[in-house]
Nanobody, 115 residues
Framework: QVQLVESGGGLVQAGGSLKLSCAAS????????MDWYRQAPGKQRELVAT???????VYADSVKGRFTISRDNAKNTVWLQMDSLKPEDTAVYFC?????????WGQGTQVTVSS
């Protein structure tokens, strides 16, 4: 089973940018859909962005126009470029393939946006 390791989080001021990486332990070339989720303190985990093998993308309304998801199947990596960050983007960010019930959640990477 593919294991995912997220990285790239940190502390950034509002308006800043971060680029998150999700490295898979195995090939993702056969995985059609990859997701980025986030979970803020005291809140449920929410879907942030989705990318298909063909490169089609979908974004939550809250991040549309600010976040960009991408993937490189040859490198077994998925990225989340986050621009114009807001304090409400503060959360732990996770990547996971679909269907999510088939996979284990990684440790995630903490993103903290200060005002």
């Amino acid at each position: 089973q593919v294991q995912l390791v997220e990285s790239g989080g940190g502390l950034v001021q509002a308006g800043g940018s971060l680029k998150l990486s999700c490295a898979a332990s195995g090939s993702i070339v056969s995985i059609n859909v990859m997701d980025w989720y986030r979970q803020a303190p005291g809140k449920q985990r929410e879907l942030v962005a989705t990318i298909t093998k063909a490169g089609n993308t979908v974004y939550a309304d809250s991040v549309k126009g600010r976040f960009t998801i991408s993937r490189d199947n040859a490198k077994n990596t998925v990225w989340l470029q986050m621009d114009s960050l807001k304090p409400e983007d503060t959360a732990v960010y996770f990547c996971i393939p679909e269907p999510i019930y088939r996979y284990s959640w990684g440790q995630g990477t903490q993103v903290t946006v200060s005002s």
